[in-house]
């Protein structure tokens, strides 16, 4: 059975290269803007408050020792210790941040320290992750996963010493815990995205199918008998939970995987054009380029040249 998560995943490529730790003193309050860029959180030790902002909706979550959060596309966003509410845009903090071997000192550099965090961005390695990103939740959320608390464990210890490879490793650590955090079951169901539509088990056969057979000529109505529901109960349902609607998560699906396919260069347009479910290569074409913003064709050279200008570099 095809896997949608996995398939998502794999097409995204994340890599978790840049941690840093931060050890923070009651009271601290912080807030900053990542302009896209993924974010996590792995609390070490401690606990914490996060407000994550978006266009339309600011969020509040308290985090304990052993929570890990993802953030696939941070605008912004603000952390405080539990005394204190974050900090809202616009809003002076008025904390203390000292740099620091590896992270940085955050509050009264003399008080106790009340939390260990290790934070920092992932890289997707995917062209086409902003095509993919919306498919994800606005946030992740994980606790209480045994898996997941053995990895920020290791994590904590990795961090702690300074054992030959420590950076390399604890790369690999981190890209193996925003992996089984993208697939944990247990991610907050407050946010919309495609771990929330597979956690439903009428939605998740029409995902499957969709990802099964991304060629197939799929309606609503069809979409919706797969999931055993009424239509305007699959539409209603599907919506609020993926963040978009069947037409469109379809739509979006396949044009990510005819991006893959031209990168790759291995199959001609048509056949690319039929595997994603267009009857012509010009119904194909005006589709591609209303969504990409380019044609197919100039895409796949495009892609060609920027792969001849990293071999002569």
């Excluded at 909706?57 to 005394?83: C, K, M, R």
Aim: with cysteine.
């Amino acid at each position: 059975m095809v896997d949608p998560l996995a398939e998502v995943v794999g097409l995204l490529q994340p890599t978790a290269p840049f941690s840093k730790l931060v050890v923070a003193s009651a009271p601290w309050a912080v807030r900053r803007a990542e302009t896209g860029r993924p974010f996590y959180f792995v609390v070490l030790e401690g606990s914490c408050r996060l407000t994550i902002d978006g266009p339309n909706y600011s969020d509040t979550i308290t985090l304990n020792e052993g929570d890990f959060v993802l953030i696939p596309a941070a605008q912004a966003f603000a952390t405080s210790s539990l005394d204190r509410e974050p900090p809202r845009q616009g809003e002076a903090t008025n904390t203390s941040i000292v740099p620091m071997p590896g992270g940085a000192r955050v509050g009264d550099p003399e008080a106790a320290v009340d939390v260990r965090m290790l934070v920092g961005h992932c890289v997707f390695g995917s062209a086409d992750a902003a095509l993919l990103v919306p498919l994800l939740p606005r946030w992740v959320h994980v606790r209480g996963e045994r898996r997941l608390a053995t990895l920020v464990q290791l994590v904590g210890d990795e961090s702690r010493t300074k054992r030959p490879a420590r950076e390399i490793v604890l790369a690999r650590l981190l890209e193996v815990l925003l992996i089984e955090a993208l697939r944990s079951t247990g991610s907050t169901p407050a946010s919309p995205g495609l771990l929330r539509g597979l956690s439903d088990p009428k939605l998740s056969l029409a995902l499957r199918r969709i990802h099964e057979q991304p060629a197939a000529s799929w309606s609503v109505a069809q979409l919706a008998s797969a999931a055993g529901m009424s239509r305007s109960a699959f539409f209603e349902g599907f919506g609020r939970a993926v963040g978009l609607p069947p037409m469109e998560y379809l739509l979006t699906w396949r044009m990510a995987l005819a991006k893959q396919m031209l990168r790759q260069r291995e199959l001609a347009i048509t056949e690319i054009a039929e595997r994603v479910g267009y009857s012509s290569v010009s119904s194909f074409g005006v589709a591609f380029t209303r969504h990409v913003g380019m044609p197919p064709g100039r895409y796949s050279a495009s892609k060609a040249d920027e792969s001849n200008t990293d071999i002569a570099l």
